[in-house]
């Protein structure tokens, strides 16, 4: 091999961190100085040093903070529930679910979802199943196909969904409205909760793009183009199976281990209420909750007894100093993820065989490169891009060529998990991203091809050009020597 410039370290592709850069310390810092030199006004929320029994507080400022920045006619406040961040939030819902159950539960999730996810649904006992998508999400009559067999065995019991529905971890969709009505109709008629993981919300950036990112000039007519997307749980009043749960970890910072959950229904509520951990100690973060709420606020509302949500929504849009860090969070996105595509798509073309599909990689959404069927231009956002790595990788009808793939991808996870010179290169694994659960229930029939995720947020500029040059020049390495190989 040749050509890689040496002078760079490990290029880190996998950790889907938040950049540093742009965590905002003066906002927190802010916030908790106001709030423990009594500056906040709170009505009658408990103190931030007490026990959180009346979080109040909180809970308002959060549905004030979804109506304003997702356009919402109205939140209701009482619904909402402070966590210790998305994953502390999906535990405790897996811990009110798995209370009574005689049967084993069933998760479903995405193929592929959040890798972590998996491992703390399984830490409850839960059997994880996978659900076939497509770029538009969950493919329904799959899904209804396996809901209906699942009623012939009687060792299992189908408790909840967990999906990813804006900007999912790892493959960057974002699901239409038709599809989310759809999905919520179906688990509806099964009684299936569904818990929407929203972690992303918020981080759309179609519009920051930069001008010089060539995407298909048809938008997909059935995504509206918006920087912040409103909630899973917000669709219809007449979904009542649905939580929605989202965090600041995105936004604000990972550190401070705040989001909140987003009820439909006053009996779910009630049910989180009656845990033993939030009875026993109220509010699960309460003082850093506090913090995260107070960090989003204009400086207005600051002032004792000003607090209105009419008052914060009037000054939210022009002065709020969260509002700059979310613009500027969202620019830097924009900029890193057309920089990651465009050095993609000019590598591929410089280091692999443009004229020979076998040969190429897809990048979920970007049809320019895609022989797939539905080549519409979706909604960017998020941390992540997705690519289906070229098809002599997962294409293993023959012994020979098994053989090959397994030498393949051995050396592609050695490089991820070794980072071994000359690449210096990590990325993550698709096959980390799904479950090796297989079951009767779930068919093996769609398309597959090997994948890797690509996390740009937290790299500068520099890095993800050059890392986007190491693994085309990774791929051409270990591609087969002549496009006769194949066949
Ligand atoms: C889809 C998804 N859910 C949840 C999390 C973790 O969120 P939190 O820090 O709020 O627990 C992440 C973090 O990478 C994520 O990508």
């Given at each position: 091999m040749c050509g890689l410039s040496l002078v760079m370290a490990t290029i880190n592709l996998s950790s889907g961190q938040p950049p540093e850069n742009l965590?905002?310390?003066?906002?927190?810092?802010?916030?908790?100085?106001?709030?423990?030199?009594?500056?906040?006004?709170?009505?009658?929320?408990?103190?931030?040093?007490?026990?959180?029994?009346?979080?109040?507080?909180?809970?308002?400022?959060?549905?004030?903070?979804?109506?304003?920045?997702?356009g919402r006619e109205s939140v209701d406040s009482e619904l909402i529930v402070p966590i210790a961040g998305v994953s502390n939030g999906?535990?405790?819902?897996?811990?009110?679910?798995?209370?009574?159950?005689?049967?084993?539960?069933?998760?479903?999730?995405?193929?592929?979802?959040?890798?972590?996810?998996?491992?703390?649904?399984?830490?409850?006992?839960?059997?994880?199943?996978?659900?076939?998508?497509?770029?538009?999400?969950?493919?329904?009559?799959?899904?209804?196909?396996?809901?209906?067999?699942?009623?012939?065995?009687?060792?299992?019991?189908?408790?909840?969904?967990?999906?990813?529905?804006?900007?999912?971890?790892?493959?960057?969709?974002?699901?239409?409205?038709?599809?989310?009505?759809?999905l919520l109709d179906l688990t509806q008629e099964y009684s299936l909760n569904v818990v929407a993981d929203e972690v992303y919300q918020f981080l759309g950036f179609t519009e920051y793009l930069p001008f010089n990112l060539i995407l298909?000039?048809?938008?997909?007519?059935?995504?509206?183009?918006?920087?912040?997307?409103?909630?899973?749980?917000?669709?219809?009043?007449?979904?009542?199976?649905?939580?929605?749960?989202?965090s600041f970890s995105k936004i604000l910072g990972p550190g401070l281990r705040v989001g909140w959950i987003e009820f439909t229904s006053h009996r779910q509520k009630n049910l989180?209420?009656?845990?033993?951990?939030?009875?026993?100690?109220?509010?699960?973060?309460?003082?850093?909750?506090?913090?995260?709420?107070?960090?989003?606020?204009?400086?207005?509302?600051?002032?004792?007894?000003?607090?209105?949500?009419?008052?914060?929504?009037?000054?939210?849009?022009?002065?709020?100093?969260?509002?700059?860090?979310?613009?500027?969070?969202?620019?830097?996105?924009?900029?890193?993820?057309?920089?990651?595509?465009?050095?993609?798509?000019?590598?591929?073309?410089?280091?692999?065989?443009?004229?020979?599909?076998?040969?190429?990689?897809?990048?979920?959404?970007?049809?320019?490169?895609?022989?797939?069927?539905?080549?519409e231009f979706s909604v960017v956002g998020g941390y992540f891009i997705w690519i289906y790595l070229p098809e002599w990788i997962g294409d293993s009808e023959s012994e020979e060529d098994g053989e090959k793939k397994r030498k393949v991808m051995t050396s592609i996870e050695f490089l991820d998990v070794s980072r071994s010179p000359p690449y210096d290169l990590s990325f993550m694994l698709g096959a980390t991203c799904r479950t090796l659960n297989s079951s009767p229930h779930v068919s093996r029939r769609y398309p597959y091809r090997e994948t890797i995720r690509l996390c740009f947020a937290k790299l500068e500029i520099r890095e993800l050009e050059e890392g986007a040059k190491r693994l085309c020049q990774l791929l051409k390495d270990l591609q087969p020597t002549g496009p006769a190989e194949k066949g």
């Open positions: 965590l905002p310390y003066d906002l927190v810092q802010n916030a908790a100085n106001n709030l423990l030199s009594g500056k906040v006004s709170m009505g009658h929320s408990s103190p931030p040093l007490a026990y959180g029994d009346h979080y109040d507080y909180f809970s308002k400022r959060i549905a004030s903070f979804l109506k304003i920045e997702s999906l535990d405790l819902i897996c811990t009110m679910l798995c209370r009574n159950l005689t049967r084993r539960g069933v998760a479903f999730v995405e193929d592929s979802t959040y890798f972590l996810s998996i491992s703390l649904l399984e830490d409850h006992g839960l059997l994880v199943l996978p659900l076939p998508t497509d770029s538009d999400g969950i493919l329904i009559e799959e899904f209804r196909r396996i809901l209906q067999k699942l009623k012939e065995d009687d060792s299992l019991v189908p408790l909840l969904l967990y999906c990813i529905p804006t900007f999912h971890n790892p493959t960057g969709r974002t699901m239409p409205r038709t599809r989310r009505i759809q298909d000039p048809k938008p997909n007519t059935s995504l509206t183009i918006q920087s912040s997307y409103p909630s899973f749980a917000s669709i219809s009043p007449s979904y009542d199976h649905v939580m929605s749960i989202s989180f209420d009656s845990l033993g951990v939030i009875k026993s100690g109220s509010s699960i973060c309460h003082f850093s909750s506090y913090v995260a709420v107070t960090s989003i606020m204009c400086p207005d509302d600051l002032i004792p007894g000003s607090f209105s949500v009419d008052n914060e929504s009037q000054s939210w849009r022009d002065s709020c100093p969260f509002r700059t860090h979310l613009n500027a969070l969202r620019t830097s996105l924009a900029l890193k993820y057309s920089t990651l595509i465009s050095s993609l798509q000019r590598y591929q073309l410089e280091y692999l065989s443009p004229c020979d599909s076998t040969h190429e990689f897809i990048i979920e959404g970007h049809p320019r490169l895609s022989s797939r069927e539905n080549p």
